[in-house]
């Protein structure tokens, strides 16, 4: 919206010179990320009171582990559902400072920027999706079905793919860039697949490292600014011919929109910090691994996200291992999964596995940026 602002850009004197600014990508990226955190900082208190109010408060008791329902009993007052901030916080700021429509000029007219539209379409489905399962636990004690979370994820996904078939950059929407090598094989009508596999482990990945105080919060951080400056890079013809990605032509504004998501996690991150006031709860967690799922297919770079999300993928195989070796032999590898509780029965605090991990997403994020002349 500010973006138009740049219409009363005249002649380069005076205070006009300033509306100038509103043309660049980095100038409205960086705008969108401090507009995103000041809404949620400020806002913040307000929402935790009214959470407290209508008595949305976590269920620590969960049956998974009688040991780990004792260790966080102590959370059992602390307010859930706070991804509603991030979302406002987020998806505001974003249509804030991001060009969901343009003019052109007279010949071309008005047109809109897909690639966001989809981004915030994706973010909302998956936000709401996250609030219906986080309202069925507060209210009746059972949230969704796994396989009923599932199937809609899967629906999402395949909508996903569709919207970036059909409306994205038909030079590369449907193809597949592989590390290390220049060459983009096409995918064809199996983008639908892999897009559903995507944005479902994208998006079930972050839910699933959503156990510690800011944890989940912290390295989407990392996460979402990494594929910010990609998304920008990708965007901008030379600096993507330098550094061999695929041209995405109108994707600076999913630039726009991962600078906002990172501006609302930090400040959500600012009450979700140990000891927690707040929880992000599904209705946060599975829109933003979605979000993030969705800019790697958008910018060509979803193989990229197994490294630039490693904390994630690493929350994510460690319950699938669990899983499977338990199954298979019997045993279990972990003291118990996600990999972040196996820590915590170790006898490590939790402040420190937090602190690490952060540490980690911000190692995977840097190598996963180091990787990109590599061919």
Same mark, same amino acid.
């Given at each position: 919206?500010?973006?138009?602002?740049?219409?009363?850009?005249?002649?380069?004197?005076?205070?006009?010179?300033?509306?100038?600014?509103?043309?660049?990508?980095?100038?409205?990226?960086?705008?969108?990320?401090?507009?995103?955190?000041?809404?949620?900082?400020?806002?913040?208190?307000?929402?935790?009171?009214?959470?407290?109010?209508?008595?949305?408060?976590?269920?620590?008791?969960?049956?998974?582990?009688?040991?780990?329902?004792?260790?966080?009993?102590?959370?059992?007052?602390?307010?859930?559902?706070?991804?509603?901030?991030?979302?406002?916080?987020?998806?505001?700021?974003?249509?804030?400072?991001?060009?969901?429509?343009?003019?052109?000029?007279?010949?071309?007219?008005?047109?809109?920027?897909?690639?966001?539209?989809?981004?915030?379409?994706?973010?909302?489905?998956?936000?709401?999706?996250?609030?219906?399962?986080?309202?069925?636990?507060?209210?009746?004690?059972?949230?969704?079905?796994?396989?009923?979370?599932?199937?809609?994820?899967?629906?999402?996904?395949?909508?996903?793919?569709?919207?970036?078939?059909?409306?994205?950059?038909?030079?590369?929407?449907?193809?597949?860039?592989?590390?290390?090598?220049?060459?983009?094989?096409?995918?064809?009508?199996?983008?639908?697949?892999?897009?559903?596999?995507?944005?479902?482990?994208?998006?079930?990945?972050?839910?699933?490292?959503?156990?510690?105080?800011?944890?989940?919060?912290?390295?989407?951080?990392?996460?979402?600014?990494?594929?910010?400056?990609?998304?920008?890079?990708?965007?901008?013809?030379?600096?993507?011919?330098?550094?061999?990605?695929?041209? =995405?032509?109108?994707?600076?504004?999913? *630039?726009?929109?991962? %600078?906002?998501? /990172?501006? !609302? #996690? &930090?400040?959500?991150?600012?009450?979700?910090?140990?000891?927690?006031?707040?929880?992000?709860?599904?209705?946060?967690?599975?829109?933003?691994?979605?979000?993030?799922?969705?800019?790697?297919?958008?910018?060509?770079?979803?193989?990229?996200?197994?490294?630039?999300?490693?904390?994630?993928?690493?929350?994510?195989?460690?319950?699938?291992?669990?899983?499977?070796?338990?199954?298979?032999?019997?045993?279990?590898?972990?003291?118990?999964?996600?990999?972040?509780?196996?820590?915590?029965?170790?006898?490590?605090?939790?402040?420190?596995? =937090?602190?690490?991990?952060?540490?980690? *997403?911000?190692?995977? %994020?840097?190598? /996963?940026? !180091? #990787? &990109?002349?590599?061919?």
């Amino acid at each position: 919206m500010l973006h138009f602002l740049r219409f009363l850009y005249g002649e380069p004197d005076g205070w006009r010179i300033v509306f100038n600014l509103f043309r660049y990508v980095t100038f409205r990226s960086a705008g969108a990320a401090v507009t995103a955190f000041i809404f949620v900082l400020f806002v913040g208190p307000s929402w935790l009171a009214r959470l407290r109010a209508m008595k949305m408060l976590e269920r620590t008791q969960k049956g998974d582990s009688a040991k780990l329902d004792e260790m966080h009993s102590s959370k059992a007052t602390t307010p859930t559902m706070g991804g509603l901030l991030i979302l406002a916080g987020a998806v505001g700021s974003a249509l804030l400072w991001g060009k969901l429509v343009d003019w052109a000029g007279p010949k071309r007219g008005w047109y809109a920027n897909w690639y966001l539209v989809g981004a915030i379409l994706t973010y909302a489905a998956l936000a709401a999706l996250g609030f219906v399962d986080d309202y069925r636990k507060l209210k009746l004690g059972k949230g969704l079905s796994m396989r009923s979370k599932l199937a809609a994820q899967a629906v999402i996904g395949v909508g996903v793919a569709a919207w970036l078939m059909y409306l994205g950059n038909p030079d590369v929407s449907t193809k597949l860039a592989l590390p290390f090598t220049k060459y983009l094989p096409d995918l064809g009508v199996f983008f639908l697949v892999w897009a559903l596999l995507v944005i479902m482990g994208s998006s079930n990945a972050v839910n699933i490292t959503d156990g510690l105080d800011g944890l989940a919060a912290g390295c989407t951080f990392a996460t979402a600014m990494t594929y910010g400056i990609i998304a920008y890079v990708a965007s901008h013809a030379k600096l993507a011919a330098y550094l061999y990605l695929p041209f =995405v032509p109108g994707g600076e504004e999913l *630039a726009v929109f991962c %600078a906002a998501c /990172a501006g !609302a #996690t &930090l400040g959500f991150l600012w009450f979700n910090a140990h000891p927690a006031e707040v929880f992000m709860g599904d209705t946060g967690a599975l829109p933003l691994g979605g979000a993030i799922g969705y800019c790697a297919l958008a910018v060509k770079q979803e193989i990229l996200l197994v490294l630039v999300g490693g904390v994630f993928v690493m929350e994510a195989m460690s319950v699938l291992i669990q899983i499977a070796s338990f199954k298979l032999f019997g045993r279990r590898v972990f003291r118990i999964a996600p990999l972040h509780h196996h820590y915590q029965f170790a006898g490590w605090a939790e402040s420190k596995i =937090v602190v690490r991990f952060w540490i980690m *997403a911000a190692v995977f %994020a840097l190598l /996963a940026l !180091a #990787t &990109l002349k590599v061919r």
